[in-house]
């Protein structure tokens, strides 16, 4: 049985910094593709940013500079560490491994404050 596990979202003022992890189990972590999306309300799930199963990583414009995804494969273990948060941030973020499949976690809440 798949599951992710997202945790360390909250309430954070604008310029804050905050860091998601995603344990993952049932998967070869280190096959996957790891990837963190987000949906606020209203809008589609857009993606964040992607780190391959060699370590490449890609990133929507709109946080290139300010986000950084990392994995541990050790910890079965990916990260996002979230710097100069802006309101437009705030979204429902998901964990995502994809590898034969795509597997999602049930998401934690960012919210930014102005």
């Known amino acids: 049985q798949v599951q992710l596990v997202e945790s360390g979202g909250g309430l954070v003022q604008a310029g804050g910094s905050l860091r998601l992890s995603c344990v993952a189990s049932g998967i070869i972590f280190r096959a996957n593709a790891m990837g963190w999306y987000r949906q606020a309300p209203g809008n589609e799930r857009e993606l964040v940013a992607r780190i391959s199963s060699s370590g490449t990583t890609t990133y929507t414009d709109s946080v290139k500079g300010r986000f950084t995804i990392s994995r541990d494969n ?3 273990t990916v990260y996002l560490q979230m710097n100069s948060l802006k309101p437009e941030d705030t979204a429902l973020y998901y964990c995502s491994a994809a590898r034969f499949s ?11 404050s102005s």
């Open 102 to 112: 795509t597997y999602w976690g049930q998401g934690t809440q960012v919210t930014v």
């Open 74 to 76: 050790a910890k079965n």
